[in-house]
């Protein structure tokens, strides 16, 4: 244990913070103060929801003191040509997301207090996305699904992701997937707007630069009868991450390494704006999952800048206007972190919390009895690109039970049907079943969150894993005396390989 806190401490010396109140330090270059349209033209063409006459921004033009992203969305939601950290605002909400879970009570309020004859506030605006409990035979689980149709059908909800044959998931067209995954997928994340979820892990939509945050059912029943909810402003830490991204390093040790750092209570209520030329870099998916998990350092929300790289993953996906803000060079931020990419090794978080980070290296004798590649955090497109790309540098089979599965219906055709870089034009299906993995499994939440005792890979027994989900409290896969170590795909995918916890170094170098 010594050596590890050691051997962590040194990683953390990649990190220069300040935890002063500081005056902002200039905006990076690509990033634009102030919030005013941008000249390339966001406004795309697509499926979706019709087009709509854009909100006046409230900070543009004459602003009259500096404010954060967040500062800004939250100031053009409550039409205030300025705020500041601790003011409570009344807000529009562009989207409110429910699913399975907690729909049904966030109906059940809204009925409730808006009377059973109430309409939602924007049919236009609710997306109803089935996810979690959805292939298993609980019958309570089911019902769940059957009421969000009963409530989608009644209010002639716009954007609900049906699932009615469970014994086949690709009979289901609007069937999608893992919430989080699909918003972004369908086009409802979009710079500059407020998103609200009943999930914690809707903090997932600030890689789009869009205020996003998990609400309670109470909430979000009265978001459904109102469209407006009431939120404190948080105060903003930055994180600056610059430097060339190792080739062995994902956005999840990133974001590992900022929660050993700051710990699971270290952004309580506060919003995490990642920037540098790090962030930069990466791609869409991988921005998700930085901000998937800032909800685990206890962050109200989590922000990337967007750039050319939202913008160009938003083609096609949206027909909504959007218009994106960008913190003030002279934003007053809570704190600075600052990082060095360069210097970071691969870390995982040992069980029974996020925040406990330690380098992977340092796990090489734990003794692991599965893996588990997917969720919100660790299913995507590239999450499993990334694993198959161990797979594939190593020409080895799997020494334990290798689970896979897709967060959507897209990842998991993408899984057939993608090559992988450097494979000679083999797909992600392929280069796993060489492996011996297991079948990717159908889209959900799967074993994420444990689920009914018959869900695909879920910890009946107190196993070791190793997982790229988010969490690892007791109980959170399934067996309560279970382990779980959070880890990038490519140490998921190493580990899988050697039976232990594995710096994928070991294959990748
Ligand atoms: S995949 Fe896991 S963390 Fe993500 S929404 Fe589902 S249960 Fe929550």
Known sequence: M???????AKASAAFAHKKELAAAAPAPAQHRAGSGRRSNPCRVRAVASPARAPRAPASTGSVKSAMTMTEKILARASERAGLEPGENVWVDVDVLMTHDVCGPGTIGIFKKEFGEDAKV?????????????????????????????????????????????????????????VCHVALAQEGHC???????????????????????????????????????????????????????????????????????????????????????????????????????????????????????????????????????VYSDAQARFFSDYRFDVSKLEPVVA?????????????CKDVKIDRVYIGSCTGGKTEDFLAAAKVFLASGKKVKVPTFLVPATQKVWMDLYSLPVPGSGGKTCSQIFEEAGCDTPASPSCGACLGGPRDTYARMNEPMVCVSTTNRNFPGRMGHKEGQIYLASPY???????????????DFLM
């Open 121 to 177: 506030w924007d049919r236009e605006k609710v997306v109803i996305i089935p996810d979690h409990y959805i292939f298993t035979s609980d019958e309570r689980a089911n019902r769940n699904v059957d009421i969000l149709r009963d409530f989608c059908m009644e209010q002639n909800i716009n954007y609900f992701y049906d699932i009615k044959d469970l014994s086949n998931f690709k009979a289901n067209p609007d069937y999608k997937g």
């Open 491 to 505: 140490t998921a995918a190493a580990s899988a390989l050697t039976g232990y916890v594995t710096d994928p170094r």
């Open 2 to 8: 010594a050596a590890s806190v050691s051997a962590a």
């Open 350 to 362: 040992k069980p029974h919390s996020p925040d406990n980070r330690v380098l992977a290296r340092e």
């Open 190 to 324: 979009r710079p500059g707007e407020v998103l609200l979820g009943t999930d914690s892990h809707t903090c997932n939509a600030g890689a789009f630069g869009q205020f996003a945050t998990g609400i309670g059912n109470t909430d979000a029943g009265f978001v459904l009868g109102t469209g407006k909810a009431l939120l404190k402003v948080p105060p903003t830490i930055r994180f600056v991450l610059d430097g060339e991204m190792p080739p062995y390093l994902l956005a999840k040790d990133l974001i590992l390494q900022i929660i050993g750092e700051i710990s699971v209570s270290g952004a309580t209520y506060k919003s995490m704006e990642f920037v540098g030329s790090t962030v930069e870099s990466l791609n869409m998916e991988e921005r998700m999952t930085l901000c998937n998990m800032v909800i685990e350092a206890g962050g109200k929300n989590g922000v990337v800048p967007a750039d050319e790289t939202t913008f160009k993953y938003l083609e096609g996906k949206t027909s909504v206007d959007y218009e994106p």
